[in-house]
């Protein structure tokens, strides 16, 4: 598990597992985290197939994040799209969660989900058809409240959609959460990504 808690008046942890499509070395998912002021930036990446076409992609795409991230979400997908343009291109979601202010920002273009818990509220996500780097449609911002009782899951199509968290597993630490959607629903014939924070 890795921790952030940058004295911010809500700590947050994370937990993040990832593979590659049995069978294969290299992956074509890829997850880029960052502690910046006021709060996280958080990102979970597929590019389009596997093995290591897909990752030279994955890994042009954290270094454009790299370059970006402190951007407004909308202005990083921009930014993303053009860089990718010679790429097989990315499906990419992420946030930023800004903590004093209690407040989730999130965009995702292609089938990178994003499911917000507030209790056992739970709440899907808006993905935008298309491929970074490729074609997408218009896109923009959604925004939701971080509170002590918050946790995201976000997740590669390497994961199966069809789970389901209980309040129990709720209060959970975060890599027990992610171990567990993991295990039970990662799916053996793609590269799977799950990041949970709460």
């Known amino acids: 598990m890795k921790w952030l808690d ?3 008046p809500l700590a947050a942890k994370f937990s ?3 593979r590659p499509k049995f069978g294969e ?4 998912d890829a997850y880029f985290i960052k502690h910046v002021h006021n709060g996280i930036f958080l990102c979970v990446i597929d590019a389009l197939g596997h093995g290591s076409e897909a990752n030279k992609t994955v890994v042009t ?3 454009i994040l790299e370059n970006c991230y402190m951007d407004d979400l909308a202005d990083i997908a921009a930014t993303c799209h053009r860089g990718l ?5 990315v499906a990419l979601g992420m946030c930023r969660v800004r903590l004093q202010e209690g407040i989730v920002e999130h965009l995702s273009v ?3 989900e994003l499911r917000v818990y507030q209790g056992l509220k739970e709440q899907h996500t808006i993905c935008f058809n298309g491929t970074l780097g490729m074609e997408t449609e218009r896109y923009h911002v959604s925004s939701y409240p971080f509170t ?3 946790a995201l899951v976000m997740f590669s199509d390497g994961i199966s959609g069809k789970f389901k968290l209980s309040e129990f597993l709720l209060e959970k630490t975060p890599v027990e959460v992610a ?3 993991f295990r039970n629903f990662s799916r053996e014939y793609d590269d799977a990504t799950v990041l949970v924070l709460k």
Do not use: E, I
Request: net charge positive; charged share 5%; hydrophobic share 35%.
């Open 6 to 8: 940058g004295g911010l």
């Open 16 to 18: 993040v597992l990832s």
């Open 25 to 28: 070395s290299l992956s074509g």
């Open 61 to 63: 795409a954290l270094a």
């Open 85 to 89: 343009k010679y790429t097989r291109g």
């Open 110 to 112: 292609g089938n990178v």
């Open 148 to 150: 002590p009782q918050t």
């Open 179 to 181: 171990s567990y959607v």
